[in-house]
């Protein structure tokens, strides 16, 4: 008992020292006033930040060991000697999944603390470094790529959104608020890594190559497109991307991820797997069971989850008791981090160190990033009906990831006004393009509902679409004219 205490003093000594504490745990940082509702005067929202070099050193700490029973009962059958202040048997009960040190005073675990865990940033509001700031360097090439595809982004949302209130396609979602979350996280994963999306991380794909005209192939749904045209738009997917492809139901993706992960750990694969989930999707047991899988089985995996306050119309405040999401991680055993979703460095930074942690060290790590959803929840969704209008200009403007992004290319000397004229004049010509291409190109046939499940159709299947085509032949006027029979 007195080596384990003293080896876990050790530890604790050694990551203070690191973070050139002294002193409590309580002193590394101010805590985070982010919450909801959000502050009536707009002050400040991210502390200070917390240095992301320190993650690998508080990850390093393993599993505690189980014990073996068969010692246990020998050690019935041992004459110990009373005035042994070690002693295992009065000092710890020696459990199975390690041994739990005992103690005479009665005291329950708080549910929660006053002071909330950090939030990492790098950048101030202003898009100016924080002096002092740990973050990972990012070069004059990769800064103006991550900054051109977070506009590209953004336009793409604000054409294809119109396009869908024009009646041209059935439905659409935005990422505005969030395209530092989409890009920074994309650009610090490796090309093998397996992306598990929710469905607000177009932004990941983007990067990877998915081009314009394929996302306005899958958003129409049209021969083009690669799933051919099941799929409702913004549920894109591609193998050749390593990007799963989005399913509506919510949090399905965790449990999977585990198991990719645990499928890459087991081939020795240089890769992980990468799961995005929202706040909402944390209240559902496929996230618990998904993070619980992963830490078991020490599997390399990233779980971020984007939390944007609010889940369609339920705030985060209504969504759980907890200092949001990044404490979670702790009961699962799982290092975690919370970030300025709003600071591409910061993100970049943390899903950077992240990656390394679950490759090298082979486990799971949980990241939560704070980044305000500033568009509707979906074109389905009005959210002027349950959040005031200033909340979501202040977002949209005072704290724009893109803006904040752009003002520190600026500062860095790497891009112009010029520089954005170009760049936002092309963009929107690639746009309106591959809108009126993926309008003209044909739909699938009708025949493509059927197929590419079974080899030999069923009968059943073979009766629906018996009963589909006569219901078109008898009611013309209620189907589509550009869909081939």
């Known amino acids: ?64 060991k189980s014990t073996v029973t068969g010692k246990q009962l020998d050690s019935l059958h041992v004459t110990h000697n009373d005035d042994d202040d070690d002693d295992d048997d009065d000092q710890a009960l020696d459990f199975p999944g390690g041994k739990v040190s005992y103690t005479s005073e009665m005291k329950f675990i708080l549910g929660c603390s006053d002071k909330r865990i950090p939030c990492y940033r790098v950048l101030d509001g202003d898009g100016e470094q924080i002096r002092g700031s740990d973050f990972q360097q990012v070069n004059k090439e ?20 119109e396009a869908q209130r024009q009646g041209r396609i059935s439905f659409y979602l935005t990422s505005f608020g969030e395209e530092a979350i989409n890009i920074a996280s994309a650009a610090a994963l490796s090309k093998d890594d397996i992306v598990l999306p929710q469905y607000r991380e177009p932004g990941v794909l983007l990067w990877r190559g998915f081009t314009l005209q394929e996302f306005a192939n899958q958003c129409f749904g049209n021969n ?4 051919k045209g099941r799929q409702m738009p913004i549920h894109y997917g591609s193998s050749k991307h390593n990007f799963i492809t989005v399913s509506s139901p919510i949090a399905t993706q965790l449990p999977q991820a585990a198991g990719m992960a645990y ?31 992963a830490a078991v089985l020490e599997a390399p995996v990233i779980f971020v989850c984007r939390n944007n306050g609010w889940a369609i119309s339920t705030p985060i405040s209504e969504q759980f008791r907890s200092d949001g999401i990044v404490v979670k991680g702790k009961a699962y055993g799982i290092p975690s981090i919370r970030v300025d979703g709003t600071d591409a460095l910061a993100v970049y930074g943390a ?20 980044a305000y959803r500033v568009g509707h929840h979906s074109t389905s969704d009005d959210s002027t009906e349950y959040r005031p209008l200033g909340e979501i200009e202040y977002w949209k403007t005072v704290r724009n990831p893109v803006n904040k992004f752009r003002k520190w290319v600026e500062i860095s000397g790497w891009w112009t006004e010029r520089d954005e004229a170009e760049l936002r004049r092309s963009i929107k010509k690639q746009l309106l393009q591959a809108i009126q291409v993926a309008e003209k190109t044909e739909k699938p046939p009708l025949a493509e509902l059927f197929a590419d499940v079974y080899d030999l159709p069923p009968s059943n299947l073979i009766e629906q679409e018996k009963q ?10 209620d189907f589509s004219s550009d869909v081939s029979l």
């Open 468 to 477: 589909l085509r006569e219901t078109i032949n008898k009611y013309p006027q």
């Open 224 to 227: 083009a497109d690669d799933g």
């Open 351 to 370: 899903i950077h160190a992240a990656r390394d942690m679950a490759i090298n060290v082979q486990g799971p790590v949980l990241v939560e990033t704070l």
């Open 1 to 64: 008992m007195g080596s384990w205490w003293r080896r876990s003093s050790v530890i604790a000594h050694h990551i203070r020292a690191k973070m050139g504490l002294r002193g409590s745990a309580a002193n590394i940082n101010q805590a985070s006033s982010w919450s909801h509702p959000f502050q009536s005067d707009y002050s400040t929202l991210i502390p200070p930040s917390f240095p992301c070099n320190i993650i690998a050193t508080l990850f390093s700490v393993g599993r505690l």
């Open 142 to 161: 990769l800064a103006v790529k991550m900054y051109s595809d977070m506009v590209t982004l953004q336009m793409m949302d604000t054409l294809f959104y």
């Open 263 to 293: 499928s890459l750990k087991i081939d020795k694969k240089d890769a992980c797997a990468v799961a995005f989930i929202g706040d909402g999707g944390t209240s559902e047991g496929d996230f618990h069971a998904g993070l619980n899988f």
